[in-house]
C-alpha cells in the first residue's frame, strides 16, 4: 500500500451536529488531490456523544481514524494528539465547527510545495460577532508586539505543516496559539495564506473571551521568554 502523505488532525469538543457534514467535506477535497490520506479526530472528552458518531462514520470512511479522551484536556492536547498520531508526510489542521473550510486546504498545500515549511490561514474577513471580532484583533496586535512576530491571524485554526517540522515540537498548554513561531523558532519557514471563514451554525461555540485573557498572555509571556532564552551558536570547526 503506497504510503500516506497527507493526515488531516482535528480536535473535536462536542461537535456531534457538525461531524457528519464535516467528514464528507474533508472527503471530498482529500479524494481529490489523488494521494493517500487520513482524518484523525480527537474527541476531546465529549459527552453528546461525538466518538459514538465519529465510530459509525468509519464503518463508510476507511480514511477516518479516531482518538478519544477520557477527559476533556483542551485545544493544545487533542491538536497535539493528533499531530503526534499522524502518519502524512504533511499534517494540516482546522475545527470541527464548520467555521474553517476544507476547500481551503489546497491553498496552503500550495505553498509547501513553493517550499515552505508551514502555511496558516488568514482570516481576513470574520463572520463572528463584534466583540470575537475586536477580541481577536486586539489579542493578535497584542501576541505580535509582544513576540516580535507578524502573523495576521494566529488564531485561525486551518494550518498545514511539514511533518518534519512540526512533530518534534514539544507542545505545552495553550501553544497551538503560536505554532507559526515555535516552527520559525525551529528554523521552519511560514507563509500566511488568506481563507474563508464562515459563522457557526451547528452546535455550541465554546469561545469565551473572559475566560482566556489570563492564560492567553500568560501563555504569550512563555513564548516571548523562549525566544529570548532560546540557544543560538554556529560551529565554526569540526574535527
Known amino acids: 500500500m503506497s504510503e500516506i502523505v497527507y493526515s488531516v488532525a482535528i480536535p473535536v469538543f462536542n461537535e456531534v451536529d457538525s461531524i457528519d457534514e464535516l ?5 471530498s ?3 481529490k488531490l489523488g494521494r493517500r490520506w487520513e482524518l484523525i479526530l480527537v474527541d476531546d472528552g465529549s459527552s453528546d456523544g461525538s466518538f459514538a458518531r465519529i465510530a459509525e462514520l468509519k464503518k463508510r470512511c ?31 489542521t482546522l475545527d470541527a465547527d ?22 496558516v490561514g488568514w482570516r481576513k ?12 484583533k486586539i489579542a493578535n496586535w497584542i501576541r505580535n508586539v509582544i513576540s516580535s512576530e507578524t502573523i495576521k491571524d494566529t488564531g485561525c485554526s486551518l494550518k498545514a505543516f511539514k511533518a518534519a ?20 523558532m525551529n528554523g521552519g519557514r511560514v507563509a500566511e495564506v488568506e481563507v474563508s471563514h464562515y459563522p457557526r451554525v451547528k ?9 482566556r485573557i489570563l492564560r492567553s498572555f500568560l501563555d504569550l509571556l512563555a513564548i516571548r521568554w523562549m525566544k529570548w532564552r532560546k540557544l543560538r551558536y554556529h560551529i565554526d570547526e569540526q574535527l
Do not use: C
Request: net charge positive.
Open 125 to 136: 474577513k470574520r463572520n463572528d460577532n463584534f466583540v470575537r471580532r475586536a477580541s481577536s
Open 165 to 184: 517540522i512540526i512533530q518534534p515540537i514539544e507542545l505545552y498548554e495553550g501553544m497551538h496559539r503560536f505554532l507559526p513561531t515555535l516552527v520559525k
Open 23 to 27: 467528514v464528507s467535506r474533508v472527503e
Open 98 to 119: 464548520l467555521q474553517n473550510d476544507p476547500a481551503d486546504i489546497p491553498l496552503l498545500l500550495k505553498e509547501l510545495e513553493n517550499g515552505y515549511d508551514a502555511a
Open 203 to 211: 452546535g455550541v461555540s465554546k469561545y469565551n473571551v473572559w475566560n
Open 29 to 31: 477535497v482529500m479524494n
Open 62 to 92: 476507511p480514511s477516518l481514524r479516531g482518538l478519544k479522551f477520557s477527559q476533556n484536556n483542551g485545544q493544545t492536547a487533542a491538536m497535539a494528539a493528533g499531530i503526534k498520531a499522524a502518519e502524512g508526510q504533511i499534517i494540516i
